[in-house]
């Protein structure tokens, strides 16, 4: 795949999240029904090794954050040398209210260059850990760490932490680089494939990603 510029990129992803979101289907679930509300936690790499998929990572976390209902909560964030949040809040009314948090936070390059994902592991931990309902995690990037060998030790406690977590349902990454999916899967040995999956750049479709969000929102109904 040839990279584009990030004019054409902010475009397609405007579009994208308008496109997918501007209807969001109405599942019979009461608003005070917290036992079947979901939490949705999602990053988006802007980092330059993933920039040339960013249109197509955001145009799926627009796809998957459109299956959530009012009392769901979304949470967002752009990871490249610091995970920075987005957003967290009951999902945006509307698709104008979505594109428009994404593209503002997304519009420009990282500050500096390189992907260093252990801070965020910690803090969707933490986040994930302070909410008593169920969770699905989905990340989008290639999977590249650049940062030292200490911050693998770091993403592995994060792991632990997030296996140890009943409420976590299920973690997918999304757009893996072959040459890191073993170092991830070992990373997340501990959450067991019931619990992880890593999909490659090409396998991040509709039916993957609704998986994920329906495997949380079934175990809230389990719970009931």
Known sequence: MKPVSIALILGATAISVVALVTVRPSHSHGETDTHRRVLLIEGLDRSGSYRQYLAGAVASAGQMASQLDPNDRLVCYALDTQPTELFDNPPPESAEELTGIVVDKLRHLPPAKGTYPAKFWADVSAKAQDTPIPCAIALFSDGDNDATAASETAIRSAAKSLACNKNVVFIAIFGVDPE?????????????????????????????????????????????
Do not use: H, V, W
């Open 180 to 224: 890191n999916r073993s170092r991830l899967n070992a990373a997340f040995a501990c959450m067991g494939y019931d619990r992880f999956r890593l999909y490659g750049p090409q396998e991040a479709n509709t039916d993957a990603i609704t998986a994920c969000l329906e495997q949380a929102r079934n175990y809230s109904k389990e719970a009931r």
